[in-house]
């Protein structure tokens, strides 16, 4: 009996002193730089990450037929920062890579509460290695516990079927088998090269995985329901179209609804905004089949801005964006997707990027003061209080005579341009008021 009982008390202290340890390293910050701010998007780096895959589609991969990736060090960043914002779990969190030959180093800093010496950061980083096409994990530093590669790579290989059943598990499982689907891997100065092999099977897992964890089960409920109230708002009015603004405050008065029976304001805002989107927009089997929710019932209503629905698809889409993420990188996606127009398509269009501005702008206030918001959006009473007028606003250029006048959108006419629709916007009634 004493015998056990000196055992069980050895254990204690093993376990105590391994805490120690563990918390002491932690609390002693490694002596690397800062970690800079998260990279701000350009119009450049999207048509740049487009470019990446064949015809800029990954609908367009073949299965069994390799692709070669070339990154550079900005792509990750990129790439990583977009992945950590739609993690709720990883919400804060700041990544940074540095390549050089034939090494990497990837440095993640993780936001946690505040917790005594320990701070309210946890600094980690993952040191690389690629030779002969392989690339090896050399070491991966926990504050200022290093960890050998070896481990960290058998934790890789062995630690997905450890995990309880869940979406993380199926995600950490899919990008193991992503990882054993590349190879040729080589690293130059601030340049990542590999070679993968496409697997549509594999990607349907992932984006089904991934859509659990970034969208909770409550959050794709809330979308759900503000989808099938979309849908049957639109088809009860009876109408061949709809106005934005009357869908917008018959949406606004459900969330308002909702938060006074205790649902969180900026959520109920989010999802209102979002599932309009979805609607307007006029693929809502395929977004409902995306986000794990029902279609709407009923026949699909166009919805209208100004009397166009391309003005209504804007506006809302770049409203979602800027309550989904940021207002630059909102405005930076309406840029891209006028470019993209430019060459071949509808043409680049002033009107289109004047109900994106109005948009972000009405995303902008939405996160500011989300009550305040329902609010307001509840006594609005034209569509001018929302959208600018878009009479002089250039539209259908293709990308000869956009660069002919508006060169690589640096020169004064475009910051004329973007001065009036600025200007418009600001006089309107929603964005002129205080607050």
Not at 365 to 382: E, H, I, K, S, Y
Request: proline letters at 7%; hydrophobic letters at 50%.
């Amino acid at each position: 009996m004493l015998r056990s009982l000196l055992i069980v008390l050895a254990v204690l202290v093993i376990q105590v002193v391994l805490a120690v340890i563990v918390i002491t390293a932690l609390a002693v910050k490694p002596a690397d730089p800062a970690m800079p701010p998260p990279p701000a998007i350009t119009v450049a780096d999207l048509d740049r990450l487009r470019a990446l895959l064949p015809g800029g589609d990954p609908r367009k991969l073949v299965d069994g037929r390799p692709i070669a990736i070339r990154l550079g060090a900005r792509d990750i960043d990129l790439l990583l920062q977009q992945a950590l914002a739609r993690l709720p779990q990883l919400r804060g969190a700041r990544a940074q890579a540095t390549l050089d030959d034939g090494w990497g180093l990837l440095r993640l800093s993780l936001a946690i509460p505040p917790i005594g010496p320990l701070g309210d950061t946890i600094p980690m980083s993952v040191r690389l290695r690629a030779a002969d096409g392989t690339l090896s994990i050399v070491e991966a530093r926990i504050g200022s516990i290093p960890l050998p590669g070896w481990l960290v790579e058998g934790a890789l290989r062995v630690g997905p079927s450890l995990l309880p059943p869940s979406s993380a598990r199926h995600v950490a499982q899919g990008l193991r088998e992503l990882w054993e689907s590349t190879g040729g891997w080589s690293i130059a100065a601030q340049r990542l090269e590999f070679g993968y092999l496409p697997q549509r099977d594999l990607a349907r897992r992932l984006a089904s995985g991934g859509r659990d964890l970034v969208l909770p089960p409550a959050e794709r409920a809330r979308i759900g329901h503000y989808l099938a109230h979309a849908g049957w708002l639109a088809s009860a009015s009876g109408r061949p179209s709809q106005s934005m603004l009357v869908m917008l405050r018959d949406m606004t008065a459900e969330a308002e609804s909702r938060t006074r029976a205790g649902g969180e304001a900026l959520a109920e805002s989010r999802a209102a905004v979002l599932a309009l989107a979805i609607y307007a927009v006029g693929r809502t089997e395929l977004a409902a089949r995306a986000l794990g929710v029902a279609a709407p019932a009923g026949r699909a209503v166009p919805i209208t801005l100004l009397g166009r629905p391309d003005l209504a698809q804007h506006w809302l889409v770049s409203a979602a964006l800027a309550l989904e993420s940021d207002a630059r990188t909102a405005d930076t996606i309406g840029v891209f997707k006028e470019i993209l127009d430019s060459r071949g398509g509808s043409g680049f269009s002033f009107a289109d990027l004047a109900a994106d501005r109005a948009g972000v702008r009405f995303g902008e206030a939405a996160r500011a003061d989300p009550r305040r918001w329902q609010a307001r959006v509840a006594t609005t009473g034209r569509e001018s209080d929302l959208m600018p007028a878009i009479d002089l606003l250039p539209e259908g250029l293709q990308e000869p005579e956009f660069l002919r006048r508006f060169q690589a959108r640096d020169n004064e006419a475009w910051a004329r341009m973007r001065g009036e629709i600025e200007r418009r916007i600001s006089a309107c009634r929603f964005f002129a008021l205080p607050g």
